[in-house]
C-alpha cells in the first residue's frame, strides 16, 4: 500500500504541471492520443446534443489535434479545462479527491447549466463518477427546515454519445448539469463518490463552491376559455431535451412532484430562461390540446385560449369526481402533511372538473380531518365546488372493501376522536352514514372481483399481478372472484340491506359503486349481477387520486344533470338518483330515455322507472359525442386491462378506423348496437329492443362510458332478470365471507354473522321469484 501510494506521489510529480488553485493539472504521461481524441469528439457531440456547444474557434482548434500535431494531448486539456468546474484524481486505491476548476461558477435560476468535469484515473477504474449535492435533494417530503437549502438539482449526463461509466482512460472528461430554483448567490457543496468514498486527509471528495444565480425571465401568462374569459388550465412545458419545467425535484404545492404539468391562472407568471420550449396547453378531456413552440428571449407573454370539442355544462350535465385526496400516496407528509384545499381546487379548474370530493382517509387522517365542515369549502367559486368528506381506508372495515362517505354532516364515528375506533364490519358503517343523509358506496370496486382461474394468486388485492391469470373478460360472466381486496366486495351482502334514513325510513344501505378506475369488466361484472337480481344501486365515476390514478384528478368522472344553479349536494343527490352517466370525459351518452308507446321515462327521473302493462318494444334515444384522433394511440390500446387507463376511449376504437361501438344494454346483455364516428360532433341516436319482462335498459361505450339505467317493469312483476345471476350472488355472499370474517372484531361479529346470513336469505328469495336462467 505504501508502494502504491509512492508510485501515485510519482506520477503526480512527473506527469502534472505546476498547478495554481484555479489551473487543473495536465497529464501527459501514459495518455495515448487516439482514445483521448475519440473520448473528446463524444464529448463534442454530447455538448452538441444538449445544446450547449463549445465556442466555434475552440471547437476548430480540437479538430485540428491530429495525431501529428506536437503536443496534441497538452493541447486538449489546456482548451477543455477552461470549462471544468471541478477537477477529479483517483488514485490507485480509488480514494477520490476533488479541487475547483477554472470555470465560473455561474447558474441562471429555473435553467440547467452544463459544465466539465476532469477526471485523472491513476487507478483505471471503469465504475460510474456518480455526483451529487446535500443541497440537490428533492422537495419531496422534505423538512420544513431544509426546504430553503435544497435548491439544486444535479444530473450527471450519461446517455449517448457518451458512457454510463468511466473509460479507465488515465484523462477524461464528463458532463455535469445543475439546475438552480433560484436567484442569487448560493452556496453548495458538490461530492464525488466511484464506489469507495473516502474521508481521508489529502482526499476530500467534497467541494464547496459559491454560485451566481441569474435571475430567469418573467413570462406573463394569457390563458382564456372558449368565451374569452379568465380560467386555469394545464401547462407542460420542456426544453428541446424534453427536461420539464419548473423542475419536477423542486416542486411543492400547488405544483405536484409526480406531475409533469403545471396549472396556472390567468395574468400568472412562470418564470423560465432564455430559450426556445414545446408548451402542451390544455383544460381537461373535453378540450383540444394545443402544442406549440414558443421563446423567451427577455420577459414575455405568452397566450392561449381553450378550444373545446365539447361542453357537456351547455347542456346541463355537471362533471365531478367523488373521490380525490389531498393526503396519501403520491402526495407528500413533509413539509405538510399533505396539501391543502386551494391546492387541489387549482387542478379541479385546470382539468375543468366542476364538483370534486376530498376524501380524508388513512394517511395524515388527524392532521386532514380538520379540514372538515359538513358543506362546501371556501376555496370553492361557483361553479366550482370543492368539499371534504370520508373514505373508510387504512381503518375500519376497510379490509372488506373501502367505502366513499359523501354528503356526511359528521365526519367522525361516535365514540372517538380519530380513526381507530371505527366498525370492521361495512354494514355499520354504512348504517351510520345513511342516518345523517349521506350518499354512499365502495371505492375502485374492481379490486378483489378478477375473474381467477382456479388457484391463481388468490392473495392479490389489486388485479397488477398478471393480466394472464385472469380467466374471461366477457360481460356478464359467472366466475366466482375470489373477493379478496378492497373494492366493492363486502357489497355482495350490503347491496341487501336496507337501513334507517334520516327520517327513519329505511333506505338502501348502498348508493353505488365507483367505476372507471379500476378494469372495467370487474366492476360492471358485480353491478350486472346485483342489477339482475333486483337491486337499483347505480354507479358513480372515480379518480382515486393520487393514489390509482396520480396523472391528474378528473381521469374517472360523473356528469349529473342539475339546473343552472346546483351544489355539492344536489350533485351527490344526483348519484343517488341515478341522473349521470359516468366515463373518460372522452365520450359522453347524455339525454338517456326510455320509450314503450306513447309512455317515457328519462334516466334519473320518476325512479329511472318505465311502467308497461304488457311486454313490448322500447326505444332508446339520447345525444352522443365522443372524439378519437385520426390514428389510434397505441401506448394506450397495447396495454393490457391490469394497466392503467383502465378505461379509455382508445379501448372502444374499432380497428384502425374512428368510430366506436355504442351499445344498448338489456340485463347486462347487448341487444342492440350502432357504430359512431368518434370525430367529437353530438349525434342523436336510437336504439330499439323487443322486452319480454321487466328489465333494466342503459347504454355504453364499453371501456369509456356508460348510463346509469332505466328500469322497465312489465305487469307490476319485480325484475328478476336470471337465476345465474342470483346463484353467482349467492356464492359470492360465501366466498366473501371465507375472506373477510377474520378481520371482523370480536364485537361486531355477531352483526356480521347476521348480515351476511340476512344476504343469503334474500338471493334465496329471489332466486325462488326467478324462471329465467
Known amino acids: 500500500m505504501v508502494l502504491k501510494f509512492f508510485r501515485w506521489c510519482a506520477f503526480l510529480v512527473l506527469a502534472v504541471a505546476s498547478a495554481t488553485a484555479s489551473e ?30 463549445l465556442p466555434t474557434d475552440e471547437r476548430a482548434a480540437l479538430r485540428a489535434l491530429t495525431a501529428d500535431v506536437p503536443d496534441a494531448v497538452t493541447r486538449f486539456q489546456e482548451i477543455l479545462d477552461r470549462h471544468c468546474l471541478a477537477w477529479v484524481q483517483i488514485n490507485p486505491e480509488m480514494r477520490v479527491k476533488a479541487a475547483a476548476g477554472p470555470a465560473r461558477p455561474a447558474l ?83 461530492t464525488f463518490d466511484v464506489g469507495q468514498g473516502t474521508q481521508d486527509l489529502g482526499f476530500r471528495s467534497e467541494l464547496d463552491l459559491l454560485f451566481d444565480c441569474a435571475p430567469a425571465h418573467a413570462v406573463k401568462l394569457r390563458i382564456r376559455d372558449e368565451n374569452g374569459a379568465p380560467t386555469t388550465a394545464s401547462l407542460l412545458v420542456r426544453d428541446p431535451r424534453g427536461r420539464v419545467y419548473p423542475s419536477q425535484a423542486k416542486r411543492l ?94 387542478h379541479i379548474l385546470g382539468e375543468d372538473v366542476k364538483v370534486g370530493a376530498n376524501l380524508t382517509w388513512g394517511p395524515c387522517f388527524d392532521y386532514q380531518k380538520r379540514f372538515f365542515t359538513g358543506r362546501e369549502d371556501a ?35 361516535p365514540g372517538g376522536e380519530s380513526s381507530a375506533h371505527w366498525p370492521t364490519l361495512g354494514l355499520n358503517t354504512l348504517r351510520w352514514a345513511k342516518k345523517q343523509g349521506a350518499v354512499v358506496g365502495p371505492a375502485h370496486s374492481g379490486w378483489g372481483l378478477q375473474p381467477l382461474l382456479p388457484g391463481a394468486n388468490e392473495g392479490a388485492h389489486s388485479g ?52 372507471v378506475d379500476t378494469p372495467y369488466p370487474w366492476e360492471l361484472n358485480i353491478w350486472y349481477h346485483t342489477l339482475n337480481a333486483g337491486f337499483r344501486t347505480r354507479i358513480s365515476g372515480e379518480t ?30 344526483g348519484i343517488r338518483a341515478g341522473r349521470n352517466y359516468v366515463g373518460d370525459g372522452k365520450s359522453h351518452l347524455m339525454e338517456f330515455t326510455v320509450h314503450a308507446g306513447e309512455h317515457s321515462v328519462r334516466m334519473g327521473e320518476n325512479g329511472s322507472e318505465l311502467s308497461l302493462s304488457v311486454p313490448g318494444p322500447i326505444r332508446a334515444n339520447l345525444r352522443v359525442a365522443a372524439r378519437l384522433a385520426p390514428e389510434p394511440d397505441l401506448a394506450v390500446r397495447g396495454r393490457s386491462p391490469s ?131
Not at 28 to 50: C, F, I, K, M, N
Not at 259 to 266: A, E, K, L, T, V
Not at 312 to 341: K, L
Open 379 to 413: 376555496v370553492s367559486s361557483f361553479p366550482y365546488l370543492l368539499r371534504y368528506d370520508v373514505e373508510v381506508s387504512g381503518f375500519g372495515s376497510h379490509q372488506s372493501g373501502h367505502l366513499c362517505l359523501l354528503r356526511l354532516r359528521e365526519q367522525m364515528y
Open 643 to 773: 394497466q392503467k387507463p383502465y378505461w379509455d376511449i382508445e379501448r372502444a376504437r374499432i380497428g384502425d378506423g374512428r368510430e366506436v361501438p355504442v351499445e344498448l344494454i338489456v340485463n347486462g346483455q347487448a341487444v342492440a348496437r350502432r357504430t359512431l364516428l368518434a370525430d367529437g360532433r353530438v349525434q342523436n341516436i336510437e336504439l330499439s329492443a323487443e322486452l319480454a319482462r321487466s328489465s333494466w335498459v342503459a347504454v355504453r361505450i364499453l371501456g369509456s362510458s356508460h348510463t346509469n339505467p332505466v328500469f322497465v317493469v312489465v305487469g307490476n312483476k319485480p325484475i328478476r332478470a336470471s337465476r345465474r345471476s342470483i346463484e353467482w350472488c349467492l356464492k359470492g355472499v360465501d366466498q366473501c365471507w371465507s375472506q373477510k370474517e377474520r378481520f371482523i372484531r370480536a364485537e361486531e361479529h355477531a352483526d356480521a354473522v347476521s348480515a351476511y346470513e340476512h344476504a343469503r336469505e334474500v338471493y334465496r328469495r329471489r332466486l325462488a321469484e326467478t324462471e329465467i336462467d
Open 24 to 53: 487543473v493539472p495536465v497529464v501527459t504521461r501514459g495518455v495515448d492520443w487516439q482514445p483521448l481524441s475519440a473520448q473528446v469528439g463524444r464529448l463534442l457531440e454530447a455538448l452538441d446534443y444538449l445544446g450547449a456547444p
Open 464 to 515: 397488477n399481478s398478471g393480466n394472464a391469470r385472469v380467466m374471461t373478460h366477457e360481460l356478464p360472466n359467472y366466475v366466482v372472484p375470489p373477493f379478496n381486496g378492497i373494492g366493492a366486495n363486502e357489497y355482495i351482502v350490503d347491496v341487501t340491506h336496507l337501513v334507517p334514513g334520516p327520517d327513519g325510513k329505511p333506505v338502501p344501505a348502498v348508493d353505488f359503486i365507483s367505476t
Open 108 to 190: 441562471v435560476e429555473q435553467g440547467w447549466s452544463q459544465f466539465l468535469i476532469k477526471i485523472l484515473n491513476e487507478s483505471g477504474t471503469t465504475a460510474a463518477l456518480r455526483v451529487a449535492s446535500p443541497q440537490g435533494g428533492r422537495l419531496f417530503n422534505s423538512p420544513p427546515d431544509e426546504v430553503a437549502q435544497r435548491w439544486l438539482e444535479v444530473q450527471s449526463f450519461d446517455a449517448q454519445p457518451l458512457r454510463p461509466t468511466l473509460g479507465g482512460l488515465p484523462v477524461e472528461y464528463r458532463i455535469v448539469q445543475l439546475y438552480s430554483r433560484d436567484s442569487g448567490k448560493r452556496e453548495a457543496r458538490l
Open 544 to 573: 382515486d387520486f393520487p393514489c390509482i390514478y396520480g396523472e391528474r384528478v378528473g381521469l374517472g368522472r360523473s356528469y349529473v344533470k342539475l339546473s343552472a344553479t346546483y351544489t355539492y349536494d344536489a350533485w351527490c343527490e
Open 253 to 346: 404545492a400547488p405544483d405536484f412532484a409526480f406531475h409533469p404539468q403545471i396549472y396556472r391562472s390567468d395574468g400568472e407568471v412562470i418564470r423560465l430562461p432564455a430559450g426556445t420550449y414545446d408548451v402542451e396547453f390544455q383544460r381537461g378531456p373535453e378540450s383540444v390540446a394545443v402544442r406549440r413552440k414558443l421563446e423567451v428571449k427577455g420577459d414575455s407573454n405568452w397566450a392561449f385560449q381553450v378550444e373545446r370539442w365539447i361542453d357537456p355544462a351547455a347542456f346541463g350535465w355537471i362533471s365531478g369526481d367523488h373521490h380525490i385526496h389531498a393526503a396519501g400516496c403520491a402526495h407528500y407528509t413533509n413539509p405538510t402533511e399533505g396539501v391543502h384545499a386551494p391546492d387541489m381546487m387549482r
